[in-house]
């Protein structure tokens, strides 16, 4: 379809008290996916946190805890 055709179709609005509910709702609707992606993002963060925790003490205490440790010097 070209712009010439298009722009002879009639438009149609709602009044303007309903575009104002239209407005409101998707306001609305739109706050609580912002929320909902958030805390999405918070737990993203915390399994980062998980997952460099569980690497160091991999890396610094092996994955057998009850296997014995030799002493490094280090405290």
């Known amino acids: ?3 010439d055709d298009l722009k002879r179709m009639p438009t149609i609005l709602p ?3 309903e575009q104002s509910k239209i407005v ?13 992606v958030a805390e999405q ?7 980062k946190e998980k997952r ?3 690497i160091s003490h991999a890396v610094t205490k092996g994955l057998n805890p ?3 440790v ?4 280090i405290e």
């Open 52 to 54: 460099q925790a569980v």
């Open 24 to 36: 409101t709702f998707l306001d609305h609707e739109t706050a609580k996916i912002d929320t909902l």
């Open 15 to 17: 009044p303007l008290v």
């Open 66 to 68: 009850a296997a014995p």
């Open 1 to 3: 379809m070209k712009f």
């Open 70 to 73: 030799k002493p490094s010097g």
């Open 41 to 47: 993002q918070w737990l993203i963060d915390l399994l």
